[in-house]
């Protein structure tokens, strides 16, 4: 089982719809999630950290953590076609802050 | 600076030869993290640095891969007789502390080994 698990996809919602990204890892000692953006020929960009079981709100975007069941999404409310990117999921480790990533889904909002 | 840089962003280099990428993180961050990403995959660990503690190099795929931090600022990663299957973006990202709150990242180094 890899470390860090995404829905494959690509996923492709219409304009103003709701996306559902989704991520599963493997132990139960992270700590610490983290879901990136990373733009088509661009570098990574932080767009949610969680800490806690539970949802966590920042404009459109909603992280869910789940602890108990090694689950993280994130939602993106009113999705735009801007938000068309690759989502990438990531587990901090435990000592130190290495992070572990999953494969990224491609995400294609259509007007 | 305001952000990672790297440098250069582009790279063409035959097979055989040396390449020498560079990181210079953002001021203050003490972790230093290398990352490689293929055409279509995802993020492969290659090395972290934190401070004055001995390196983590535990993702480096050869001994033909090395990086070295000069006084817990700028960062070089050095590949040594690069082989086409070298050919990647690599991603220079820094942190806080113990980059627990995330990273930020480079805009990367794109090697193409022909």
Not at chain 1, 9 to 30: M, W
Request: charged share 20%; aromatic share 10%; glycine share 10%.
């Amino acid at each position: 089982q890899k470390e860090v698990e995404q829905n494959s996809g690509p996923l492709s919602v219409p304009e103003g719809a709701i996306a559902s990204l989704n991520c599963t890892y493997s132990d139960r000692v992270s700590q610490s999630f983290f879901w990136y953006r990373q733009y088509s020929g661009k570098s990574p960009e932080l767009i949610m950290s969680i800490y806690s079981n539970g949802d966590k709100e920042d404009g459109r975007f909603t992280a869910q953590l789940n602890k108990a069941s090694q689950y993280v999404s994130l939602l993106i409310r009113d999705s735009q076609p801007s938000d068309s990117a690759t989502y990438l999921c990531a587990r901090g480790g435990t000592s130190y802050g290495k992070l572990t990533f999953g494969q990224g889904t491609i995400l294609t909002v259509h007007p | 600076g305001a952000g990672v840089s790297q440098s250069p962003s582009n790279k063409v280099t035959e097979k055989g030869k040396d390449v020498e990428l560079r990181c210079d993180p953002i001021s203050g961050h003490t972790a230093l993290y290398w990352y490689r990403q293929s055409l279509g995959q995802g993020l492969e660990f290659l090395i972290y640095f934190q401070g004055n503690s001995a390196p983590d190099k535990s993702g480096l795929p050869s001994d033909r891969f090395s990086a070295e931090r000069t006084g817990g600022s700028v960062s070089t990663l050095t590949i040594q007789r690069t082989q086409q299957e070298d050919s990647a973006v690599y991603l220079c990202a820094s942190s806080l502390d113990r980059g627990n709150y995330g990273y930020t990242f480079g805009s990367g180094t794109r090697l193409t080994v022909v």
